[in-house]
Every structure is written in C-alpha cells, then in structure tokens.
C-alpha cells in the first residue's frame, strides 16, 4: 500500500494490564457474535482507515486470530508506561519502517459503544487542519487524551525530549495541555459521554447491558 503524508491511521491501545476488570477486556462480548475489539475494528473500517493494534509482548499470541500479525505494535523498550509507552512504541516502529504517517487517531479498547459521529467529529476537523499539534474532547470530567489525534511532529518532539531530559513528564493529559503550537480542543456533546466512558469493572460492564 501507498502512503502519503496525509495518512491519519487509527491506533487501538489494547496493552493494559485490565486489573479492574481481570481478565482482557478486548475480548469481553458484546451481544453473541462479537467483543470489544472486533465491534470497535467495525466502527474503524467505516471511516476506510489503516489501523494498527498495540500490545504488551506476551499479548501476541491471543491477538493473533483477531488482528493480522504484521499490524500489531509491541511495546519497545522505552522507560515509560501506560498510553505513552504505546503511542511512542507506536511512533518508533512506523517511523524506522518508513511508514511515512502523518497523524494518529488513538483509541482504547475499552470504549466500545463509543459513537461513530464521536470519531468523525474529530476526523472532519483533521481534515481541516491536518498539520495541526493535535485534536482532543473536553468532556464534563476534563481533558480526554484517549481518544484524539496526534500529529506525528507531537509525538517526535515528546519523544526526543524524553530522551534529552528535557521533558519527564509522563502524565498525557499535562503533556497535552503545555503543547505548542496548542491543539484543537473541541467540547463533547453530554449526550455522547455515556458512550464514552471507559468500561473498566464488570459493574462498569452491567451499566451498558441494561
């Protein structure tokens, strides 16, 4: 396949550790024929984009009959954690591939129910204004790292001052607020928030079956 700098590529960050949950929370069912990451792959391939999955190492072999093998991102070795850890790790691995990406449109795995209008919001406003910093939701609990668009040159700063020192903070959400040039930030529809939330419990879980 052919990329242009204009690519924005989805990226499904499914390398949590689910201790909330116990178990993995991509492969949790929704209804009899499908899970978390395969309704959220759906949605995804509405908007005709390439996406890439990222995974704890040892997650490899689970994932495998879910997600072809060649677009899942292990965790590099980069003292980070969390999100960070996966959007770096992410980064890394396209830029030394030549993947010449332009933007990514990070999504966890855990927000399922999440509203294809939700997505598309943000990716209107992508197409606008592709080289901005980024594109983020400001919900009524605050800044929503976990679904929004980093712009390559975001990512490539943050990591370069990781690597310098100039830069440790690990926090997303601070990391996102100092950015410059300031991203887009755009205010959630309250009729959106329940959709989405992160589902991290099964009580979390039983709230979207009633």
């Known amino acids: ?37 395969t309704k959220l792959i759906q949605k995804i391939k509405f908007f005709k984009k390439e996406v890439y999955l990222s995974l704890r ?5 689970d994932y495998i009959s879910f997600f072809p093998e060649d677009k899942i991102i292990t965790d590099q070795n980069i003292p980070v954690f969390g999100p960070l850890l996966g ?22 795995v855990d927000i399922p129910y999440i509203k294809l209008k939700t997505i598309n919001r943000l990716i209107n406003l992508y197409e606008k204004k592709p ?25 490539d700063k943050w990591l370069k001052d990781f690597e310098t020192q100039i830069d440790s903070e690990l926090s997303l959400q601070k990391k996102i607020t100092n950015l410059e040039p300031k991203p887009d930030f755009i205010l959630l529809p309250k009729v959106e928030e329940r959709y989405f939330q992160n589902i991290n419990t099964e009580k979390d879980l039983e709230f979207f079956k009633k």
């Open 1 to 37: 396949m052919k990329h242009t700098k204009n690519d924005l590529i989805f990226l499904l960050l499914a390398g949590g550790q689910s201790v909330r949950m116990g178990k993995e929370k991509a492969f949790l069912p929704i209804g009899k024929n499908s899970n978390f990451i």
């Open 57 to 61: 190492s040892e997650q490899t072999k």
């Open 87 to 108: 959007l770096f790790s992410a980064h890394v691995l396209l830029k030394n591939s030549k993947h010449h990406y332009n933007a990514l449109f990070v999504l966890p």
């Open 131 to 155: 080289n901005a910093s980024g594109f983020f939701y400001q919900s009524s609990t605050g800044l929503e790292p976990l679904c929004g668009i980093y712009h390559h040159q975001t990512l």
